[in-house]
């Protein structure tokens, strides 16, 4: 097991918060930070945009963490193409196809919308969006099987709930695509950085680089087994060799895919990250969030008025209290015990509404997270409940929101 109080020292911010609101993003290390700042300060310049030494530094790095993924997931650098985030990739992919009337798409019905929006959004091109059903939070094979037809392209599954943190059977879905000459995409946006993670029979995987790759938010990359069957959906500076007014050469992948100036000092602070996580090791950390899942489920089990909808040993532990507003928990668990979690929808809204309609209380643990804090949160429900008095306490009114509340991650 790695040593924990020595991780939590590059995560500042743990001393004021219990913070357990990993799903919609971890926190990102002094390591990577200090990597961005080095950029800034030191050697800031564009991205294979010049032969002065800014750019050719900045290249380097940005390079360096495109190998750094690599390495880390087995893949080759030329298969990792960058983005914003998972959305990105997943629309990469889905804009990246030639479709046609009929075509066909299978999703679960536990899919962030991230992954379930950029496939709907082609039925407007006559393609069929199929919804495989879920039982308990998981995915049975047998249903891909009975579902999946010679019209199927792709069937596209989160590795692991970013509601209740269950993991899919990836590698046996995976198999029954190919023998229908479909191809998967893997949402790994919850899964990467917290379980091993095996891209073998993956033709794509989203990955998220603000979550269990502890990366700043605002990037993200997709993996592609193969980057030159997808045709590119946006077009400008970095992506060509060569323009005339008659005529464009594109670069090969991965640099076709990733016009304009990316992301430059994000993609320079994952390296660090991936290298952390990496260090730490994916089993030892699967391990250490599968205990943390098993105490705070225990600890919520013994105050009898919570609704557990996670399995047992989940990172990712979504609960509610009948009577209570998801908001109004998650606000008074802030106000009481600085312990942060989210509330709502998950942005996963028809797989949240199989438990509540007005979405769920969520608890997710990282790598960073101690037993202390679990145990600090099922303390303070405890407490709330000891003190509440329905009869006394105002009708809560959600504040209002610029944004949707099912946007939340």
């Known amino acids: 097991m790695y040593d924990l109080t020595a991780l939590r020292e590059e995560f500042p911010v743990l001393e004021e918060v219990i913070y357990l609101d990993n799903a919609a993003t971890t926190q990102t290390p002094v390591r990577s930070v200090e990597a961005i ?7 800031a310049g ?7 030494r800014l750019a050719r530094e900045t290249t380097a790095r940005c390079e360096e963490s495109r190998e750094d993924l690599a390495d880390f997931l087995g893949a080759y650098p030329e298969q990792i193409i960058w983005t914003g985030n998972t959305t990105g990739a997943i629309n990469l992919i889905s804009q990246g196809f030639s479709w046609k009337k009929g075509d066909e798409v299978l999703c679960t019905a536990l899919e962030h919308h991230s992954n379930l929006l950029p496939w709907m959004a082609l039925k407007r091109q006559g393609v069929k969006v199929s919804i495989i059903p879920q039982k308990g939070g998981y995915v049975d094979p047998d249903s891909v099987s009975d579902m999946i037809t010679s019209k199927t392209r792709v069937v596209a599954v989160t590795q692991m709930s970013n509601v209740t943190g269950t993991i899919q059977p990836v590698d046996e879905i995976a198999d029954i695509t190919h023998d229908a000459d479909a191809v998967i995409v893997v949402d790994g946006a919850q899964s990467l950085g917290h379980i091993p993670v095996d891209i073998s029979k993956m033709d794509y995987l989203a990955i998220a680089g603000h979550k269990g790759l502890l990366g700043p938010q605002g990037v993200g990359a997709l993996y592609a087994e193969e980057p030159q069957t997808l045709s590119e959906s946006q077009y400008g500076g970095g992506t060509v060799t060569s323009v005339s007014f008659s005529d464009v050469v594109l670069r090969p992948p991965p640099a076709r895919f990733e016009p304009g100036t990316p992301n430059i000092p994000g993609i320079i602070g994952m390296g660090p990250a991936i290298r952390l996580v990496d260090a730490l090791g994916a089993e030892e950390i699967a391990d250490h969030e599968e205990a943390l899942g098993d105490t705070l489920f225990d600890a919520l089990e013994e105050i009898g008025q919570i609704e557990i909808f996670s399995p047992r040993g989940s990172p990712v532990v979504s609960f509610g209290a009948p009577g209570i507003h998801p908001d109004l928990l998650a606000t008074r668990l802030d106000e009481m015990a600085a312990v942060c979690v989210r ?7 028809p797989y949240s509404r199989t438990f509540c309609d007005l979405g769920t209380v969520r608890a997710s643990v990282a790598c960073y997270t101690t037993s202390e804090e679990v145990l600090i949160l099922a303390d303070t429900l405890r407490e709330l409940f000891d003190s509440w008095d329905p009869d006394s306490e105002p009708e809560y009114v959600p504040e209002p929101d610029r944004w949707e509340k099912s946007r939340c991650p």
């Open 343 to 349: 509330s709502g929808m998950h942005c996963a809204e």
């Open 37 to 43: 700042c080095d950029f800034f300060y030191d050697y």
């Open 46 to 52: 564009n991205y294979g945009r010049g032969t002065h």
